[in-house]
Structures are given as C-alpha cells and as structure tokens.
C-alpha cells in the first residue's frame, strides 16, 4: 500500500508539532529553511507516511497536499488566497483537460490551483511582463510539482492573448478592464473570464467593461472567511481574522 | 471546433434573459419544467452555443458547467453550497483519480462537486440510508452527467465504512460524531476528514471526538459571500445576503 | 411605584406572542392598525404593565422603549437603522443638551434616535425639502412622544444652514459632498459630521470633499449584524441575515 | 463662544498626526504619558480649540468626546467596545435619568458609556468583586469626568442584587446564568437586561435561564464592524479587520 519516494517528488517533511516543510527530492547537499544543511536525495527509496530522523528531529513524510503547495509558496506581492481562488475554479467551470489563460502570474499561488485542477491533460498558458515574477512562480510550481502543467510566457495580456477557443481567461492585474476584449476573443463560446481585483474602482471599471463586450451573467462576488476556535471554556470565532483580500468578478461568452 | 449533442449528453438551454434549463438528451416526449411538452431527442445532431426555436421561444444550446448542474438540481432539505463544498475539495485534497466516502447524500448537491472533482478515474461512495434521498441523488446525479463516477449504497456512515485506505472521508448527517472513529480506519495515512454542520453545538462535539481519534491539522471554518452590485447610481453590496449556511470542520490522520 | 396613564402618553400594547402596537393616548374613536376600531383615551386612568382586554384579545400595557418607538414607524423609503444609528451618536459625540442638524429626515427614525439622545433640553433642526417626508417624519416623531425635541424645516441643507455652532450634522442625502462645507461652518470648534450612503461611490466623492475643507480624524465604517438562534438542537446564526443598508463616513471640525 | 479651562476638567491635547492625550486637569508636576514630565494645571484659564506649545511640540486643547475618552481608557482584560456597547444602549432603553446596575466593571469602558447615557441625574451601580479592577475602573471614570455618575460597589452580582425597581440590568461576567434571577427580581416591570459573553456556550445558557426566568423578547445579536479605505487607488474595505469580540443576549421583564 506504501508508495516509495523517488528522484524529484516533491514531499513534505512534518515535525511533532505539525510544522510542515516541503520539499523537491533533487540528490546534492543544500541549505533547506527550518532544516538546515541536507540532501533530499536522502529520501530516495524511504516510504510516504513513514518516520525518519535528520540531525535530532523526527518528521513524518508526507505527500504534499495542495493546501500544503500553496501555504509553502513563497510570496513576493499579496497572493490570490485558496478561498478566492477555489470559487474561480467553480464558478469558471475549470476541470481537468481544460485550456486556461491566467493574466499577471505573480507568484504563482493562484497558477498552482488553476494547474492541479487541469491535470493531467490541461494547460496553463499565464502571461506575466515582469520578470522577478516569472522567476518565483517558477520556482514556486516546481516545487509544488506543477510545472509541466504550466506555460509562462513573458508578455502583457493586455497587449494581445494569441490563444483562441480558450475554457477560461483569468485575471489579476491593476487594469483588467484593458484585457477584457482580449479575453473575449480568445475564449470559446460558454468560456468563463473572471477578475480579481482589491478595489470596489476596479470592479466598477471592469463589470462596465464586460457589459460593453457583449459578456453574459456578470456578477461580483466577495467571499470572507472565519475560523471557528473550539476551546477548554466553549467555542467561539476566531480573535484574529483575515481582512480584505479581493472581489472576484465573473462572466461568460454565450454569443 | 463546434461540438454536436449526442444522445443522453447533459445541455443548457438559455433564453435571451438568461434563465436556464438543464436536460438530459433522451428521446421520448415529455413534461419539461418551464418548456411544457418537448422531445429533448429533438435536439440531437444540432451544435452547441447554436440558437434554436422551441414554441415561439429562442434558446441557446450551451454545454452546462458545473454551475449549471448545481443551481438545477432538485431540492429536498438544505444543499451544501459551492461555497462551502469548494473549499472541502480543496483542504480535503481532492482531485482526479480519488476515492471518496460520502456520509449521507441528502439531495446530491456536494456529490455533484465531488464527482466532477475525481472524474474520469476517481470514485465517489455516497452512504445514504434514506430511500427517498438516494432516489432523488440518483435523478440529480444522472441529470449532470456525473453519476458513473459514484456509487450511492443504502447504508449508515456511523455504523460501520468498509473500504479501506480511502482518500477522503466527508460527513454531512446530523451527528457527525458518530461517524469519526470508522472515518479514521477508512482514511489511508494522510487521508483527509471533513464535516459539514449547522450548528456549534455540532461542531464541538464533532472536533472532541476528532482530538480523542488522533486527528490531526483540526480547524473549523466558516464561509461567507456577499454580492457586489455594479449600478447606475454607484457599486454597493447587495441588499439581499445569503444567511448562515453551515461550519466545516477539517482534519488529516498523519499516524 | 406603578405609573398612571395620561392623556398623549405613547404606550405599547403587547399580546401574549409578543406582538406589539404603538399609539398615542388621545381620545377618539379611530381604526388603529392591528387592533381594529378603538378609542385609546380609554387607557387614561390605567396603569402601565397592567392587563387589559379589547374585544376578546388580552394586551399588557406598556411604555414604549426607543426600540419600540422605531420598529412602529411608518416607512417611505429605507430608513437608518438603529445599528447604524447608534453608532452615529457616539462617534458624533451627541448627548443630552446638544444641538443637532440633521439633513434630511426621510420617515424620520434617526430624527427619532436623535431626539430621544439630546433630550430633555437639546435640539434636532432636521432639513427636508420634500413634503411628503415632512409629513412622515412629524407623525412618527408624535406617536413617539418627541416632536418638542425637533424643529423640521421645509429647506435644502446643501443649499444652506443658517444656524451656527452646532454640535453635529448628520447627513442622509444622495448627495452629501454638496453639504459638507455648509456643515463645516455651521459646526462648533471641535463638532462631528457623519454622513451615511448606500453606495461607495458615495462614500468617496464625500470624504475627498471632507478632506478639501479641512475636516479631522475622517473614517468610514459599515456595521453588519448577526442574530444567533438558540434553537433545541443547538445554537447558530440565523438563516435569514440583513443586507447591506450603509456605510458612516464621519469626521471632526478641529481647526 | 469659546470656552475657559478649569481646574478638574478632561481635555485632550492633540498634536498635528491626531494623536491625542486624554488628561485631568490637576495642578502638579506629574509624568503624563506620551507628554514627559507636565504640569496640567498650566492649562487652567486657557480656551478650548486653541493651540498651545509644551516641550517643542504644538498641540490643540480639545474638550474630549465620548469616543475620546473610550480610546484613552487604560485596559486590564479585554474591554466591551462601543460597537457592542451603544447596541446594549439602545436595546436596553438606556436614557437621561436611568438607574442601571452592572455586573462587573471590568476595566471600565461600558462604564463610561452608560455613565455617559443616564447623566445628568441617573446612576450606573457597578457590581465588582475584584479589587484591581474596582481601582482601574474608578481611574477610568475620574479620567473620563464621568465618576460622580456612578457607584462601584465590591459585591459579586450573583449573589444579591440589593437595588429593586431599576430601568436595566447590563451583565459581563464569565458565568451570566447565575446573575439572571437577580436580575429578574431587582428589574421594574418593562426593565432590560442584557448580558455580554464571548463563547456560544456561554450564549446558550444564558438563554436557557432567561427562558426559565420568563423573561420575554429574548435575542442574541453579534455586531461587526469594517472599516471602508479610501486611497489614492480606490476605495476597498480594511485589510485590518477587528476579530470576534463578544455575542449580546437581550431580554425584558413583562410580568
């Protein structure tokens, strides 16, 4: 039942307290953050779900799961969270096979969902001008292990997507009204475009923009989460809680 | 690149206000909820995203999306939301090819999204011990096209789940408790739990239980949505706001 | 210690569920709203939380809380909510003895908050341009038994306020950016504005003109409210939630 | 129009950023926080809304307000907040004149705010039984101007409640249920009680008791806030959003 760990997984190494580490089992000795001086080679050939020691410390190995890839990523700039992007996912009808354009990468978090939920067949095509930010979306789906499933290419959506007859284009750049005819060429009919954006400005900006296009079923969703604290003296929400983070706007070529 | 409707596809049929009609392509005349007496085998052969007259009606012909299938099920007692289901599918790590329990089916709402999330491989087993809803589960089910990918078996989650190594476990019945202990035998090593419950009296009992089995990564989360309405006279929430639906309460079994 | 009723009192009349009805003790026959014919002169003499009965139907009578004072008010149009209400009254600093323009009474129940706040020696001079509102907000202001705390008059607060050195101005207009400099010369040294609106287009036209002329500490808060039910099979929030009514941008007069 | 300074009056000292210094004004050198080493009697005969200059730093003297004298409370344990607090205000019915019992001072903060609701002629009777607070609270208040209003009393409130005939009844103690028959017996008919706890559990037995008590009217309400920024880029709600604080249950005694 056990899976064996080969060359280039990518695992995840979890203490005691349930501090987690994930890492690419590449063979060569390097310096890991919260391990220190290691070589993952090690790994090669120990079981998933297995316990091992390095210097002093047991950890389990675990298969990384997606919530795993994306609290790992490492973050330059404000990330699309799992509890905005996974209502992308719903509500842009995105499966397994499909053709996705993502506008503006970042670091990655939200191409590493898009990614995990068009394997093993379906394609990312994200298009991002910066390059510091090509880099660390890069590294970041590499080590989650999503980097075959992804092309990133150095352009601006809003100049041109050469792509047609996508299943979905989405979104996250400070002008995302300047990509919406873009997106409304590239897409099939019955594609879905949506755009992630902080402020209510660029809502407004961007939902008038559809409406000239010709897009169908606009809405602007919020979504907002609270933990719930299960304790000795009874259960009550969460003193701390997430702010802001973005208003998700979604629409869909019919004609 | 225009696909053709084959019998038994799953098609939208959208007006010009956008309302929409979820049919399964089966030849044979019938009753057809807000379309009266109609033949859905008519439709064979026609293309998708092609318009066509039915009385004196005009209607696209759309493949339905994931959103299509969800807001067109039948309803008996209170559906888990994409809102909350999304977010089970992502902390629960669920993606093609995996094998799900189901702790009760209810009206096949959360079934939909799972199936539609393992597919073409995976494996949905939905226990569902009241015939009723099994029946109209099933009806759902092979309304979205997904039920091949689920087995609906008439049985009670809380007395006993028989398939072992499994890689997620979700409960939505009115005592979640007792069904933790056989979730944790069913789960393989790094499986997911999740349990769907309306109120914190449930969710304190059900995150007990989760402790006293060795669960670990326990974390109850509450999701909400507001809309944004994109006016003439300015942007502003919506007046109409989606009241309390459920908490989710998530945990791994690591040992 | 029980008290008499007298002639112009406002009573509350509470059947056994809990139903209430508002009215004014003056003597009259008169069809009153879910009571049927009546003449409430027959209370004078009563004691308050004392039984009575009216046709076959048992009320206890009782003195009107401002909460019942506001849920009895006649609506035209959305009114400001007590949520919002009071906390308008602290941020705006308005208690007993102050003097309080208000633009715009609409039906009148912030003027109702209000008057209830600066009494028994302060002052409410409401500006409201529109007749019928005039005519709303005086008798809800009657039946709440606190017209002598209020002067409505028949003007345009963006076209003027004539009083000087006032505590506060409250604004609820569509267009609050034209009163903001008409409210920085009517307010005291160290006096409050607040103005409330539905859109955030609203919100921002109004706080870069309160940043023009001159205003301190300027914030924009919306305040939301749950009700939790306490229910036999447990507690949770109540499915039926309160939309989006608002947002209070307020500020201070410093210089 | 302008207004002398007098020996015992708060003020607050405002420099150019809005930070403000709530202080009594007393004769004597003291060490005043954020100031240095001052004598507020120096301020005696001066204006309010005038500048003045101490050290090499320009600050206005203002007459505090409400919310000013909340912000400038020392804390000990977390505090009811105004959000909650003008909520308890309103429903409660709490007006010039009132006699209101609370249980438990705490630091103070609901103090004041009640305080601040019943002058000139009221009174808050604040049950405390632990000495740090009583002190804590009396500071507060004398800060606050507000001490002649009320009596702090070293009684624990589920014990006795000696007063009779009082207007409300305002409850934030761990363990509320043992205070509602007190409270029931102390309150005059049509009188309020409400009852301040953070956790659920502690929400449901306070229910429960108000129900066996036959109080009527019974609601709990949790009140949010979120604070609207607008930006050079737009306007978006607060990335910096206040946690759960606390659920308010609500009753009055009828019979």
Known sequence: ???????????????????????????????????GVYDPGDLIGANYYQQITIGNKKFMIMAPSISDKITAIERKAQIILPKDGMFIIFYCDIKSGDKVIEGGAGSGALTILLANSVRPKGKIISYEKRDEFIKIAKKNLIRAGLNEHVNIVKKDVTENIKEKNVDAVILDIPNPWDAIDNAFCALKSGGHVASYSPTVNQVEKTVKKMRECGFSGIKTLETLQREMVVGERGVRPSFNVLGHTGYVSFARKVS
């Open 1 to 35: 039942m056990s899976k064996t760990i080969r060359e280039n997984d990518s695992v995840v190494l979890m203490d005691g307290k349930g501090n987690r580490i994930l890492l690419t089992v590449e063979s060569g000795i390097k310096k890991v953050k919260d391990l």
